[in-house]
């Protein structure tokens, strides 16, 4: 990890971080037009510039030159921070941590040598730790003011603070122990502890979180992937990368790969994370009550997100953004999955073993399954909610598949499952989520798909245990989008 000296601006490399006290920055890089960010190189070139000028005096002035003869080559270089090019950044960010009594501090622009990629793999997967390991955290707020009010109102210049909406700034403000705010006249604003409440409102993250109270592991990965929904990255890749350490998880950065770099983090997430809600994301719809002398079609409670285009869903999202909606859900271990189905499943019996088999095409996967075929109330439901069918035939010769069970639920308890049936086309690529864009004779289709659908008990115990069984699926990966259907069309 390579710091810069707070009194000289010079880098100094340490090999354990976690054996040097230390601050570090937090901030959104300013763009190319309004002068960008110093790199490695640009201040490496600023101390090459600084040790030649000290050099050239001390040949023209003797006394100088005897001094320098004299000094043992072990002495410290010259300070850069007067240095005219040196921006006023990283100046300011030596001095508040020179004045809170830190000899180090780290700053991602200017101390991560980009041109190797080596080094820049190995920054990416430590930048969780090493902003767990710094002593404080400044977080400067370019457009956050001093007369801007209190921080507070949901209206607040802090509030809509740039920072809040990057995806870097994620993993910032949730790893350090200590936290400050500054503003962009580095007057201190509050540190996170004091701010919890605003922060919990803007970014969505728990007090507990934030207060370093609870571990995140005791989130569920969708409700973590929901933190980062509507955070923004210049680089596509950098929307997974800047994830690694709120998973716990190390993949490769190939910058190049685009959105594929967030199929591999989900990947390497499921490998790592014995958690289903990774799954739980998308439009979501509730099969709520069941009557027996009413049309279940009256019962139904339907409830969507707008935002999602129609496409042929795989297992896996294409962006953080697909679980905007996500941030309620919980994961259920083995033990309480098997209490809520204990009725449906039966005694003593377990839910299937969470293993995940990666191909090209698809995923193989174990999960607890309703054949929708076999449970009359439920396929009508389902038919409402516009599964597209084939497969086997059931009733009155209906074509369907079935509701796959995820262990995890919604705040109210609702259980949450993925309706899966069989693409028109590219029958080998295997089982699609979600409702399908075409339609049925019997029951025309609503124009939005749905692609989770939330589970009452009433439905779970009509889905009894002759119909609810492990099952051993291939699942498509990727999600196939295509243009919306042109309602005139015949």
Same mark, same amino acid.
């Given at each position: ?17 976690? @054996? ?6 937090? %901030?959104?890089? !300013? ?20 040790? !030649? ?36 950044? #990283? ?7 020179? @004045? ?86 580095? @007057? ?160 003593? !019996? ?50 369907? %598949? ?14 949450? !499952?993925?309706?899966?049936? %069989? ?27 749905? @692609?989770? #659908?939330?589970?009452?008990?009433? #439905? ?14 291939? #699942? ?15």
């Amino acid at each position: 990890m390579r710091l810069l000296n707070t009194q000289t601006g010079q880098f100094y490399w340490v090999a354990d971080p976690s @054996r040097v006290h230390y601050a570090i920055l937090s %901030h959104t890089w !300013a763009s190319d037009a309004d002068g960008g960010e110093q790199s490695y190189a640009d201040v490496l070139s600023i101390q090459a510039e600084s040790v !030649a000028s000290v050099w050239t005096q001390a040949m023209t002035l003797w006394s100088f030159f005897l001094r320098y003869i004299r000094t043992p080559a072990t002495s410290e270089p010259p300070s850069i921070l007067s240095h005219p090019m040196l921006s006023n950044k #990283i100046r300011r960010t030596c001095e508040v941590a020179l @004045r809170d009594g830190y000899d180090f501090v780290w700053i991602d622009s200017c101390c991560i040598d980009k041109s190797s990629s080596e080094e820049l793999s190995e920054a990416i997967n430590s930048m969780y730790q090493w902003y767990s390991l710094a002593d404080i955290c400044y977080v400067y707020l370019s457009d956050v003011h001093d007369n801007d009010g209190s921080p507070e109102p949901p209206s607040s210049a802090f509030s809509k603070s740039r920072w809040h909406r990057r995806g870097w700034t994620l993993q910032e403000l949730i790893a350090p122990k200590q936290v400050v705010f500054m503003t962009s006249s580095w @007057r201190r604003l509050g540190t996170k502890i004091d701010l919890a409440s605003p922060l919990k409102r803007i970014t969505g993250i728990g007090t507990a979180i934030l207060t370093g109270k609870a571990p995140l592991d005791s989130v569920s990965v969708a409700r973590r992937m929901s933190w980062a929904a509507l955070r923004e990255t210049t680089r596509a890749e950098d929307k997974a990368y800047a994830l690694l350490g709120i998973f716990g998880v190390h993949i490769s950065p190939i910058y190049g790969e685009g959105s594929h770099a967030f199929i591999r983090l989900q990947e390497e997430i499921i490998k790592t994370v014995p958690d289903q809600s990774i799954f739980a994301w998308g439009p979501t719809c509730i099969l709520s009550r069941l009557g027996v002398s009413v049309d279940p079609l009256e019962n139904l409670d339907v409830r969507s997100n707008s935002e999602f285009e129609r496409h042929e869903s795989g297992l896996l999202a294409q962006s953080p953004k697909d679980f905007v909606g996500a941030g309620e859900i919980t994961g259920l271990s083995p033990q309480d999955f098997t209490n809520r189905l204990g009725r449906t499943l039966g005694t003593g !019996a377990l839910p299937p073993p969470l293993l995940c088999v990666f191909t090209p095409e698809g995923v193989r996967i174990q999960l607890l399954c309703v054949n929708l075929a076999k449970v009359h109330q439920v396929l009508c439901l389902a038919l409402r909610q516009g599964i597209q069918y084939s497969g086997t035939a059931g009733p009155d010769g209906v074509h369907a %598949h079935s509701l796959a069970l995820l262990r995890c639920q919604d705040k109210e308890g609702r259980m949450l !499952a993925l309706p899966l049936y %069989h693409p028109q086309e590219r029958l080998e690529e295997g089982l699609a989520v979600g409702t399908g864009p075409g339609s049925t004779k019997a029951v025309p289709l609503p124009s939005a798909p749905w @692609r989770v #659908i939330r589970v009452t008990g009433s #439905i779970l115990e009509a889905a009894n245990s002759h119909f609810m069984t492990p099952c051993e699926l291939f #699942i498509r990966r990727h999600t196939i989008s295509y243009p919306l259907r042109n309602e005139t069309e015949p």
